[in-house]
């Protein structure tokens, strides 16, 4: 079974990791056929953490739990804590998931982060700017590799600035593969939109993942 592991950490932008969270979490919209996820909260220590929205978060496991695999998948939500230098664990087990084929998926402030770390110098990759990553990560040196997107996913590493939250998670479910085509297009273009259309484009897309 797939592992999706979480980094959680304070700050932690509650709002760029909901889609996909709910979304890889309840399998509501999952394709008949899609693998079984186990979704686990992951951090430097067991201690919670708050997010900026306030909610409280116990991690379920430690870094040095992570098993690195081609299977498994490594999400990094934005946080304005980051530069601390107890998050240096969790990027460079980021670069072994990136180094043995497994995803990554960061968006935000974990953009910088990967920066830092030279993680983005020879990867295409997006963020919240050329100049904000610059600004936050002096060492900094992908710049011909940056696309000005709100998310772009690029083999094994999936990326976003702070407002591709929602074309990210899109792009990560095309990644796994858990959606069928048409349920992920209809789920992507309601959530855009809100156009009640769309809705029940999803609702059929799920008729006919039953009927079949």
């Given at each position: 079974?797939?592992?999706?592991?979480?980094?959680?950490?304070?700050?932690?932008?509650?709002?760029?990791?909901?889609?996909?969270?709910?979304?890889?979490?309840?399998?509501?919209?999952?394709?008949?056929?899609?693998?079984?996820?186990?979704?686990?909260?992951?951090?430097?220590?067991?201690?919670s953490v708050?997010?900026?929205?306030?909610?409280?978060?116990?991690?379920?496991?430690?870094?040095?739990?992570?098993?690195?695999n081609?299977?498994?998948?490594?999400?990094?939500?934005?946080?304005?804590?980051?530069?601390?230098?107890k998050?240096?664990?969790?990027?460079?087990?980021?670069?072994?998931?990136?180094?043995?084929?497994?995803?990554?998926?960061?968006?935000?402030?974990?953009?910088?982060?990967?920066?830092?770390?030279?993680?983005?110098?020879?990867?295409?990759?997006?963020?919240?700017?050329?100049?904000?990553?610059?600004?936050?990560?002096?060492?900094?040196?992908?710049?011909?590799?940056?696309?000005?997107?709100?998310?772009?996913?690029?083999?094994?590493?999936?990326?976003?600035?702070?407002?591709?939250a929602?074309?990210?998670?899109?792009q990560?479910?095309?990644?796994?593969?858990v959606?069928?085509?048409?349920?992920?297009?209809?789920?992507?273009?309601?959530?855009?939109?809100?156009?009640?259309?769309?809705?029940?484009?999803?609702?059929?897309?799920?008729?006919?993942?039953?009927?079949?």
């Amino acid at each position: 079974m797939p592992t999706i592991y979480v980094y959680v950490l304070d700050t932690l932008a509650d709002w760029e990791i909901g889609y996909v969270t709910a979304e890889l979490n309840s399998g509501r919209f999952f394709k008949k056929d899609a693998p079984q996820l186990s979704l686990k909260t992951v951090s430097y220590s067991k201690k919670s953490v708050q997010t900026m929205g306030g909610l409280t978060i116990v991690p379920d496991c430690l870094i040095d739990d992570i098993i690195v695999n081609e299977a498994n998948v490594l999400l990094l939500p934005g946080a304005n804590t980051w530069n601390e230098s107890k998050h240096g664990a969790i990027i460079k087990k980021a670069g072994e998931f990136l180094s043995c084929g497994a995803t990554v998926c960061a968006i935000c402030g974990a953009t910088a982060a990967l920066a830092s770390f030279g993680l983005l110098d020879q990867r295409p990759h997006t963020s919240n700017g050329v100049g904000f990553l610059e600004m936050v990560s002096p060492c900094y040196k992908g710049q011909c590799f940056y696309t000005d997107k709100p998310s772009i996913a690029a083999s094994n590493l999936i990326t976003a600035g702070s407002t591709g939250a929602l074309l990210w998670t899109k792009q990560i479910i095309e990644h796994l593969d858990v959606f069928q085509s048409d349920t992920l297009e209809s789920w992507y273009e309601y959530f855009s939109t809100g156009e009640p259309k769309h809705f029940f484009a999803l609702m059929e897309s799920l008729q006919s993942k039953n009927a079949n």
